[in-house]
Structure formats: structure tokens, C-alpha cells
């Protein structure tokens, strides 16, 4: 199958995947605007199954919603009954509880984090979800439980080539997993960093900068950080995961070296267009 989107891609008629990349986007709330892989999704190259708990965050959802895209009121996590804290501000909402030691050390924190109902949930593993079939970019945000989601994931993530995740340099919650529990997590499973899609700096309470609270200076608080599947073997990559990889790597974060590095590795497979890598490259400019 050749799969053609109603939106021209430089990469896309160099490789012909097999078919369009699934986006699998857990914690799917919109309260921070655009998705990363939005243009890819408006430009027809990917289709999304999102899962959201909240009820109010996923009619939103439910009311933006394309023709690609699925949302669904699971909590992912590691398959085992827990307590959803819902925060004042949603997007603090989390299977764990807000650490009021740490919260007070950060203005504003104290508010947004305060737990305003417990809602009794049952999770389930996203290896268990038969709604999710093979999908090649994970997204997670989940307030601190996206290690339960890799470790939960990793028969259905081994056919991925790409993690958007959120990792927290400085818990902000009860016995919150941390950037190295998340990083070495992700190693084990064939992944490696390839960039800080955005930081977060906040300042420590009570200085205020500049007379806006939400201005930082140094201390680093989390951040979105892009996984990818170890292209330096590219021996354990299939052709497919490479196409997808390559696609991804193009639309979603802007990556050409790192489309070109997949292209080259398929042309020496026959796997994409006669002179692919060059021909990407006459395109951008």
C-alpha cells in the first residue's frame, strides 16, 4: 500500500510507508494549545489515539476532533487501581499527590496544586489496550506517572521509533519518578535522548523577577524531552521504522539531519527513492 496525503511532504513520496504514523498521545488534555505533531496531523500524514480521564478536558477533545483522530477516557498507567488527585488547575491532576513541601517552594504552585477531589480510577497497561494497535510516536503527559506507561508498554513501544515525554528535574509530587528513572527507562528500551522539545524554569518563592512571577532565572523544574529509537543501529530497525522515523524527525521536530541519516540507511537497503537523502535536501531549500 502507498500511502498519499492531501498535503505535499518532501519526504513522504521518497519513502512510501506502508501506511500513515500513528500518534498515540496519553494525557491528551489541551490545555497546553497545539500538540507537537499538530501540522502533521492537519497536513493528513498521521492519525491519533488519545487518552484523557478528564471529563471536561476530553468533550474538548471530543468537540475539536478531526476525521483522524480518536480520544479515549482511560487512565493509562501500570494496570492497577488507583486515586486520580484532581488539582485546581487540571493540568496538575495526577495519579500522584501534589508534595506541599515542594509546591510552596515555587509561586504559585500552592494553588494550582491543591487537591480539590479524589476520584478512585482504574488503570490499565497500554501493552493491555486493544484500541491501540501499532503506533510509531508515543506522546505522554501525565504529571509524573509516564514511567508506569513505559513499563507498561514495552511489547506495543517496541515497534515505535519515538517518546514526547515529560520528565520533572525537581518532584512535585509524592514519590514522583524523576528524569534519570525515566531516562534510564527508556535506554533500556532502545530509545535515546535527541532533544529538549521545551524547558521549564521557575523561580524559587517568594523572589519575583522583573514583577511576573512566571519569570525564572535558572533553577530548572521539567521539561519535554524527544526520545528516539537508537539510530546507530540501525541494524535492529525495520524499513517501516525507519520510514516512520524519518517522517517524524521531519514534520513534528524539524529534525533534516536526522531524516536524511534514516534515508541514507534505507537507500543502501533499496528501501526509498533513487538518491533520497539529495533529493530531501534540494527540497528544503
Request: proline share 6%; hydrophobic share 40%.
Given at each position: 500500500?502507498?500511502?498519499?496525503?492531501?498535503?505535499?511532504?518532501?519526504?513522504?513520496?521518497?519513502?512510501?510507508?506502508?501506511?500513515?504514523?500513528?500518534?498515540?498521545?496519553?494525557?491528551?488534555?489541551?490545555?497546553?494549545?497545539?500538540?507537537?505533531?499538530?501540522?502533521?496531523?492537519?497536513?493528513?500524514?498521521?492519525?491519533?489515539?488519545g487518552f484523557e480521564p478528564q471529563p471536561d478536558a476530553l468533550a474538548e477533545l471530543q468537540r475539536r476532533?478531526?476525521?483522524?483522530?480518536?480520544?479515549?477516557?482511560?487512565?493509562?498507567?501500570?494496570?492497577?487501581?488507583?486515586?486520580?488527585?484532581?488539582?485546581?488547575?487540571?493540568?496538575?491532576?495526577?495519579?500522584?499527590?501534589?508534595?506541599?513541601?515542594?509546591?510552596?517552594?515555587?509561586?504559585?504552585?500552592?494553588?494550582?496544586?491543591?487537591?480539590?477531589?479524589?476520584?478512585?480510577?482504574?488503570?490499565?497497561?497500554?501493552?493491555?489496550?486493544?484500541?491501540?494497535?501499532?503506533?510509531?510516536?508515543?506522546?505522554?503527559?501525565?504529571?509524573?506517572?509516564?514511567?508506569?506507561?513505559?513499563?507498561?508498554?514495552?511489547?506495543?513501544?517496541?515497534?515505535?521509533?519515538?517518546?514526547?515525554?515529560?520528565?520533572?528535574?525537581?518532584?512535585?509530587?509524592?514519590?514522583?519518578?524523576?528524569?534519570?528513572?525515566?531516562?534510564?527507562?527508556?535506554?533500556?528500551?532502545?530509545?535515546?535522548?535527541?532533544?529538549?522539545?521545551?524547558?521549564k524554569r521557575w523561580a524559587i518563592a517568594p523572589v519575583v523577577f522583573e514583577g511576573d512571577f512566571r519569570?525564572?532565572?535558572?533553577?530548572?523544574?521539567?521539561?519535554?524531552?524527544?526520545?528516539?529509537?537508537?539510530?546507530?543501529?540501525?541494524?535492529?530497525?525495520?524499513?517501516?521504522?525507519?520510514?516512520?522515523?524519518?517522517?517524524?524527525?521531519?514534520?513534528?521536530?524539524?529534525?533534516?539531519?536526522?531524516?536524511?541519516?534514516?534515508?541514507?540507511?534505507?537507500?543502501?537497503?533499496?528501501?526509498?527513492?533513487?538518491?533520497?537523502?539529495?533529493?530531501?535536501?534540494?527540497?528544503?531549500?
Open positions: 500500500m502507498t500511502v498519499t496525503a492531501p498535503t505535499a511532504s518532501p519526504v513522504l513520496a521518497l519513502v512510501q510507508p506502508d501506511r500513515h504514523t500513528h500518534v498515540i498521545d496519553i494525557g491528551a488534555n489541551p490545555i497546553d494549545g497545539e500538540a507537537p505533531y499538530h501540522d502533521m496531523l492537519r497536513a493528513g500524514l498521521c492519525r491519533v489515539t476532533k478531526g476525521p483522524h483522530e480518536t480520544y479515549l477516557p482511560d487512565s493509562i498507567g501500570d494496570g492497577a487501581p488507583h486515586t486520580l488527585r484532581v488539582t485546581a488547575t487540571s493540568g496538575m491532576t495526577s495519579l500522584y499527590r501534589p508534595d506541599p513541601n515542594r509546591l510552596r517552594l515555587f509561586n504559585g504552585f500552592t494553588e494550582w496544586g491543591r487537591v480539590r477531589e479524589e476520584v478512585p480510577v482504574d488503570t490499565r497497561k497500554l501493552d493491555d489496550v486493544d484500541e491501540v494497535s501499532a503506533f510509531d510516536l508515543l506522546k505522554v503527559d501525565i504529571q509524573g506517572a509516564e514511567l508506569m506507561v513505559f513499563q507498561g508498554g514495552r511489547q506495543k513501544l517496541a515497534e515505535a521509533v519515538a517518546v514526547h515525554t515529560e520528565v520533572s528535574f525537581v518532584p512535585l509530587y509524592e514519590d514522583q519518578p524523576t528524569f534519570g528513572d525515566v531516562d534510564q527507562q527508556l535506554r533500556r528500551q532502545g530509545f535515546i535522548p535527541h532533544a529538549f522539545a521545551a524547558i519569570r525564572a532565572r535558572n533553577q530548572l523544574l521539567e521539561a519535554d524531552v524527544v526520545y528516539v529509537r537508537d539510530f546507530g543501529h540501525p541494524e535492529s530497525m525495520t524499513d517501516e521504522q525507519l520510514k516512520q522515523l524519518a517522517l517524524i524527525a521531519h514534520h513534528v521536530y524539524g529534525s533534516s539531519d536526522l531524516t536524511y541519516h534514516c534515508l541514507s540507511v534505507l537507500l543502501t537497503r533499496k528501501a526509498a527513492a533513487l538518491d533520497a537523502p539529495n533529493r530531501y535536501l534540494t527540497a528544503l531549500r
